[in-house]
């Protein structure tokens, strides 16, 4: 059985923090956002918020409905985003629809709709002379199982190699992530592996890394596949103090001490680093792969 399209989740999808936390904007209603795909809405979702971000004032309240396949099903979703036109605050839609009957349907809404697919995909057809496909789920999807496959065991490598818990083959990672613990790398190591299909392995340093100057000797020959992050001392002294509150570990005398370490080690290796404590998943996995791009292929 196919997936169902299915209606947006208020209370999992609302974006209510910015309300609760700008008072002077109380008066102001949520705009409702729409994030509307004939497969996962994934694509709409992370190009929509990348252009409501340039509009930090404003509260959204976010919806996603994806696996929109029928006409039946685009004739409910138009009856709900006409509905919402018809509240506070005129609603916007993000479009990802290849879908031409689909998509005819859903831009006879009265909300403001920005199409992610008819201009780009007419742009794309004229250049290359040839018609899209017009077919859903590729991008998400399985029909390049090449690339699905490589994704899938890219997973496989890192959960196996989070936190420097197996070596086992380590010479075939892409990246080594390293920093002091709680720094951020489980999070942009399973970004890296699932969106781009990396190997990445990740290692801890430790005290002893510090106090000896070293690299630890599982990946003491890999230096030049190594990527480090850093944070601020106070930052990292409050997301240990999480999990264990008042110890050494979390004491901003330690965090202070395992990140001066940390960078002495980052450069006498050369490693190229980054500072997760202002910086999304997103941007430090973006770094990364421009660093791994400069790099000399492996021989």
């Known amino acids: 059985m196919r997936d169902q399209p299915s209606m947006p989740d208020q209370s999992s999808m609302a974006d209510q923090s910015s309300m609760a936390d700008q008072p002077s904007m109380a008066d102001k209603p949520s705009v409702p956002v729409y994030f509307v795909s004939d497969s996962t809405g994934i694509s709409a979702e992370s190009m929509g918020n990348a252009l409501l971000l340039q509009f930090p004032s404003i509260p959204f309240e976010r919806h996603r409905v994806p696996f929109l396949r029928t006409l039946e099903e685009a004739e409910k979703v138009l009856a709900m985003l006409d509905a919402a036109a018809d509240g506070p605050a005129p609603p916007i839609v993000f479009l990802t629809a290849v879908d031409e009957a689909v998509r005819a349907v859903l831009l006879r809404t009265r909300a403001t709709v920005v199409d992610f697919v008819s201009g780009p995909l007419a742009q794309l057809e004229a250049q290359l002379g040839v018609s899209g496909d017009h077919a859903p789920a590729r991008l ?36 080594i992530l390293i920093a002091p613990s709680r720094c951020g790398k489980t999070p942009t190591s399973m970004y890296l592996a699932l969106l781009h299909g990396l190997f990445v392995a990740n290692y801890p340093l430790v005290d002893e890394d510090f106090e000896d100057g070293r690299l630890p000797g599982a990946i003491a020959e890999l230096s030049d596949r190594c990527f480090g992050l850093e944070t601020s001392a106070q930052r990292l002294s409050e997301v240990r103090g999480e999990r264990r509150a008042n110890s050494r570990y979390a004491s901003l005398e330690q965090t202070r001490w395992e990140l001066e370490g940390a960078r002495r080690l980052y450069r006498r290796y050369a490693i190229d680093s980054i500072d997760s404590s202002a910086t999304s998943v997103e941007e430090m996995s973006t770094r990364i792969l421009q660093s791994l791009a400069t790099r000399r292929p492996r021989s």
Request: hydrophobic letters at 35%; zero cysteines; glycine letters at 12%.
């Open 140 to 175: 998400h999807g399985v029909g390049d199982m090449g690339r699905y496959n490589r994704r899938m065991q890219a997973v496989e490598f890192t959960i196996e190699h989070d936190d420097g818990q197996s070596v086992r083959a380590l010479e075939k990672a892409d990246v």
